[in-house]
């Protein structure tokens, strides 16, 4: 199963098991994960993302329906040959899911849905749930990372012309990457499952017999 929310912030979403009778905010099923979260003890994946600026001017229901293809497009190995049922509290999400949208940019989304369901044998059954049985998911739509720093990508080209070409972007985002590889936090539209933070590290070349290499992990926490 799999609980979605689209906030004016950004998406917050998280799938569990299938036999998960119900989620709730209670402290004995909660606990804090390495970005500082609180997600279900039970959580299979985890997926956070602020909007863009374009993004941010969408509908709603352009914003809870972008949610929906995100946490499938994030699960997509996962849900592979699966059914998944999708609890959302926006009724026309539902509705579009099923039968569509004559609204040319709901379309395009529920079009590119249907695809990668059907690539993947992806059964979906979509559930309205009232906001105040999705808190969880509402609250990681309402994540915003104060840390997210960057360069200027002025300056990103003159280190360029220094250094050579760069080919990959540690510790970034889908809208502020200076690469087309990056990696990020938390999972991010556009990327890879693999490329998250511990990555960065993993692939900086570091041997496995390293000293330091077990504390991957930790190191990861320190540095968010």
Same mark, same amino acid.
């Given at each position: 199963?799999?609980?979605?929310?689209?906030s004016d912030v950004g998406v917050?979403?998280?799938?569990?098991?299938?036999?998960?009778?119900?989620?709730?905010?209670?402290? @004995?099923?909660?606990?804090? #994960?390495? @970005?500082?979260? /609180?997600?279900?003890?039970?959580?299979?994946?985890?997926?956070?993302?602020?909007?863009?600026?374009?993004? =941010? $001017?969408?509908?709603?229901?352009?914003?809870?329906?972008?949610?929906?293809?995100?946490?499938?497009?994030? =699960?997509?190995?996962?849900?592979?040959?699966? #059914?998944?049922?999708?609890?959302?509290? !926006?009724? !026309? $999400? #539902?509705?579009?899911?099923?039968?569509? =949208?004559?609204?040319?940019?709901?379309?395009?989304?529920? @079009?590119?849905?249907?695809?990668?369901?059907?690539? !993947?044998? *992806?059964? *979906?059954? #979509?559930?309205?749930?009232?906001? /105040?049985? !999705?808190?969880?998911?509402?609250?990681?739509?309402?994540?915003?990372? @104060?840390?997210?720093?960057?360069?200027? %990508?002025? $300056?990103?080209?003159?280190?360029? /012309?220094?250094?050579?070409?760069?080919?990959?972007?540690?510790?970034?985002?889908?809208?502020?990457?200076?690469?087309?590889?990056?990696? =990020?936090?938390?999972?991010?539209?556009?990327?890879?499952?693999?490329? %998250? /933070?511990?990555?960065?590290?993993?692939?900086?070349g570091m041997d496995e017999t390293?000293?330091?290499?077990?504390? $991957?992990?930790?190191?990861?926490?320190?540095? %968010?």
């Amino acid at each position: 199963m799999a609980y979605t929310v689209a906030s004016d912030v950004g998406v917050g979403e998280y799938v569990v098991p299938a036999d998960t009778e119900s989620v709730c905010d209670s402290d @004995c099923i909660m606990k804090m #994960t390495d @970005c500082g979260l /609180e997600v279900p003890y039970n959580s299979l994946i985890t997926v956070t993302s602020n909007w863009s600026v374009s993004e =941010s $001017v969408k509908s709603s229901t352009w914003r809870e329906l972008e949610a929906v293809s995100r946490v499938v497009e994030s =699960s997509v190995t996962m849900l592979k040959n699966h #059914t998944v049922q999708l609890n959302t509290d !926006n009724k !026309n $999400v #539902t509705s579009i899911i099923k039968n569509g =949208s004559r609204k040319l940019d709901l379309q395009e989304i529920a @079009c590119d849905l249907n695809e990668l369901c059907t690539e !993947n044998n *992806i059964s *979906i059954k #979509t559930q309205w749930v009232p906001r /105040e049985q !999705n808190t969880i998911a509402d609250n990681l739509s309402r994540y915003s990372d @104060c840390d997210d720093w960057g360069i200027h %990508f002025e $300056v990103f080209d003159m280190l360029d /012309e220094i250094w050579g070409k760069h080919s990959i972007d540690r510790f970034a985002t889908d809208f502020n990457s200076k690469c087309f590889r990056f990696n =990020s936090k938390c999972w991010s539209k556009g990327m890879k499952q693999e490329q %998250f /933070e511990r990555d960065a590290v993993v692939h900086s070349g570091m041997d496995e017999t390293h000293p330091l290499y077990s504390l $991957v992990a930790s190191l990861s926490t320190y540095l %968010f």
